[in-house]
């Protein structure tokens, strides 16, 4: 048996990758600080919780900057890896995690910067870097270097349901290399989905995405399988929305459908909280928390300044990647 946890399962631990000067964060005066501010944020909130690691260029020089401005208990919980980056969405970047009943496999899948449009050569090495660090949980690698698959692409309910848009995990600059006619390419992506994953069906979207979106339609930015068949999605699409409302239940019933703000659905579920990206809007703020609130009524919804981080046309989700524990408790 093989199945990819949902992500409000209990969880080990999870990863960012630090932003730095040689990143894109550096490509405009102010903008590094701004962001590094976002991060330390974050940092401080997941570790709060759980383990944390980082993967970041001067290991040194991000201890001396985190022991000033984080609380001893959230230091205490995170471990830094040292190693060259070229970006750092940790989303799209780290390894899917899948359960298996001998344990963990870390699947490593092929990072070509969401269809060649920047370079990834170095985040695509990170996995195996950090697997080598022993910093991970007990688990076995699994080299899958021979499909792209971003993490940000695909939503799971631990059950055997993933959810993903076609624009992405049908598009050619993923896909160069399977089928001839779009049915033969969706057929063998969904192969691997139930060989690797352990998925036993796929609900796909043909709609939705936000304006100035690198990742060709990204699931993560857009609708999110939730607790009690929920889904949680972005306003302002109306055919993804007719798409949402005509997916069914593995058992035959309609998900239950709870809207948030554009750009909102890109929010991290831990343990015991989610995280959820706040932008300048003070009443979307509260109606994100208020909406997410119903959808996770035991966990605290943590609001994170993430103005910053449409800047580089991403959102908290994108920088961070959660790695489950072994077992469902």
């Not at 600080?33 to 040194?60: F, M, W």
């Amino acid at each position: 048996m093989k199945r990819l946890p949902a992500e409000w399962e209990r969880q080990e631990c999870i990863q960012l990758t630090w932003p730095h000067e040689g990143t894109d964060w550096n490509s405009e005066p102010g903008l590094l600080r701004d962001v590094t501010q976002c991060y330390l944020h974050l940092a401080s909130e997941i570790a709060r919780r759980e383990k944390l690691i980082i993967v970041c260029a001067d290991g040194e020089a991000l201890m001396d900057l985190l022991q000033e401005h984080l609380p001893m208990q959230s230091l205490v919980n995170i471990s830094l890896l040292e190693c060259p980056t070229d970006d750092t969405w940790a989303r799209d970047h780290g390894f899917i995690t899948v359960i298996t009943d001998e344990g963990r496999e870390y699947l490593d899948f092929r990072f070509n910067g969401w269809g060649g449009k920047y370079p990834a050569e170095q985040d695509n090495a990170i996995s195996r870097h950090l697997y080598d660090s022993a910093l991970l949980p007990r688990g076995r690698y699994v080299d899958s270097l021979d499909f792209e698959l971003e993490g940000g692409s695909i939503e799971s309910d631990g059950r055997g349901t993933l959810l993903t848009t076609a624009r992405c995990n049908l598009n050619p600059n993923r896909r160069a290399t399977l089928g001839h006619t779009p049915e033969e390419v969706k057929k063998a992506v969904e192969d691997v989905f139930r060989t690797r994953l352990g998925a036993e069906r796929v609900l796909w979207l043909d709609n939705g995405g936000l304006e100035q979106d690198d990742t060709d339609g990204h699931i993560d930015t857009l609708a999110r399988l939730c607790p009690d068949d929920t889904i949680v999605y972005g306003k302002g699409d109306d055919a993804m929305l007719s798409e949402l409302q005509a997916l069914r239940t593995a058992d035959g019933h309609p998900y239950r459908l709870v809207a948030v703000p554009p750009y909102y659905a890109n929010f991290l579920i831990m343990n015991g909280a989610v995280l959820l990206p706040f932008y300048a809007d003070d009443a979307q703020n509260e109606a994100a928390r208020s909406a997410l609130q119903t959808v996770f009524p035991d966990r605290d919804i943590i609001g994170i300044d993430c103005r910053v981080l449409l800047r580089q046309n991403g959102s908290l989700h994108c920088c961070t990647m959660q790695y489950p524990e072994e077992r469902h408790k």
